[in-house]
């Protein structure tokens, strides 16, 4: 899967996550070129990753790079790009990045302009390499291009390539938050548990092993999310009891509507970093 050398731009959790992804795939140690301003972080990333490039200076990484992937916070990520402009207008490289609300556009810009940029979402699994990402690449990334984005990518979890960059803010909604939604359901189920008598240990066993196993039946079984819950919700049963209360209120209104603002916001951070100089 090498596609020559890949310069990562942070040291951070997610490009960890890829580079040991990419590292375990077969990718060439020495075709893995990483950027980390901080002393100690070099230091770790060198002892984690042998036989990797690690540099202070992010010209240093890119300048032989035939990829650039941009791992830094979405809120400096101009600041990152601009004084790298000249050094990747010399090569152009495949840039892809993982900030969140970023537009392709505005990194394109930010790096003086014509190039082939691939805007990925991980989610937090992807440090499991659990993860799964949505994808998409601009109008002049290649075909080989995209098929390499993808595969340093699904490194860390399956890949789904989108066909508009707007779909990127609902993949950020839905899988890039959506870790937090079924951590919040699981703290929710374990506090009731326990008010109803059961000690942390065995609430938190239980409701973590049931989410494994709904996550497993939901994916093997083929069958719609309607058929699963009529399967559990007997008629007169205690299923039937929590949904009956739970179709009496807004519920499913109320999580809709959190999407959608967790998806709108996404679409701020873009407009926010679009009118940046």
Same mark, same amino acid.
């Given at each position: 899967?090498?596609?020559?050398?890949?310069?990562?731009?942070?040291?951070?959790?997610?490009a960890r996550a890829l580079?040991?992804?990419?590292?375990?795939?077969?990718?060439?140690?020495?075709?893995?070129?990483?950027?980390?301003?901080?002393?100690?972080?070099?230091?770790?990333?060198?002892?984690?990753?042998?036989?990797?490039?690690?540099?202070?200076?992010?010209?240093?990484? $890119?300048?032989?790079?035939?990829?650039? +992937?941009?791992?830094?916070?979405?809120?400096?990520?101009?600041?990152?790009?601009?004084?790298?402009?000249?050094?990747?207008?010399?090569?152009?490289?495949?840039?892809?990045?993982? #900030?969140?609300?970023?537009?392709?556009?505005? $990194?394109?810009?930010? +790096?003086?302009?014509?190039?082939?940029?691939?805007?990925? *979402?991980?989610?937090? #699994?992807? +440090?499991?390499? =659990?993860? $799964?990402?949505?994808?998409?690449?601009?109008?002049?990334?290649?075909?080989?291009?995209?098929?390499?984005?993808?595969?340093? $990518?699904?490194?860390?979890?399956?890949?789904?390539?989108?066909?508009?960059?707007?779909?990127?803010?609902?993949?950020?909604?839905?899988?890039?938050?959506?870790?937090?939604?079924?951590?919040? =359901?699981?703290?929710?189920?374990?506090?009731? #548990?326990?008010?109803?008598?059961?000690?942390?240990?065995?609430?938190?066993? =239980?409701?973590?092993?049931?989410?494994r196993g709904a996550g497993?039946?939901?994916?093997?079984?083929?069958?719609? *999310?309607?058929?699963?819950?009529?399967?559990?919700?007997?008629?007169?049963?205690?299923?039937?009891?929590?949904?009956?209360?739970?179709?009496?209120?807004?519920?499913?209104?109320?999580?809709?509507?959190?999407?959608? #603002?967790?998806?709108?916001?996404?679409?701020?951070?873009?407009?926010?970093?679009?009118?940046?100089?």
């Open positions: 899967m090498d596609y020559g050398k890949v310069a990562f731009i942070g040291g951070g959790n997610m580079v040991g992804g990419m590292l375990a795939a077969g990718y060439e140690a020495r075709h893995v070129l990483i950027s980390e301003p901080l002393p100690e972080h070099r230091e770790s990333l060198a002892s984690e990753f042998p036989g990797t490039v690690i540099r202070e200076n992010n010209e240093d990484v $890119i300048r032989e790079a035939e990829c650039v +992937l941009l791992a830094v916070k979405p809120q400096i990520l101009s600041e990152v790009c601009k004084p790298l402009a000249a050094t990747v207008q010399q090569n152009k490289p495949l840039i892809i990045s993982i #900030a969140a609300g970023v537009r392709s556009g505005d $990194i394109e810009r930010w +790096l003086g302009g014509e190039l082939s940029v691939v805007r990925a *979402m991980p989610n937090q #699994a992807a +440090l499991l390499r =659990l993860g $799964i990402s949505g994808m998409y690449a601009n109008d002049r990334t290649s075909k080989q291009q995209r098929r390499a984005a993808s595969n340093i $990518i699904s490194t860390t979890g399956p890949v789904i390539a989108v066909p508009t960059e707007a779909d990127i803010d609902t993949v950020t909604a839905v899988s890039g938050t959506g870790p937090a939604y079924f951590y919040l =359901l699981v703290d929710m189920l374990v506090k009731v #548990a326990e008010e109803m008598g059961l000690d942390h240990d065995s609430a938190l066993a =239980l409701v973590l092993e049931t989410a497993e039946m939901a994916e093997q079984s083929g069958e719609s *999310m309607d058929t699963l819950i009529a399967r559990v919700r007997s008629p007169g049963g205690t299923t039937a009891a929590a949904f009956d209360y739970l179709d009496g209120t807004n519920f499913r209104d109320i999580f809709s509507a959190a999407v959608t #603002a967790a998806r709108d916001r996404a679409v701020d951070l873009a407009d926010q970093a679009h009118r940046q100089d």
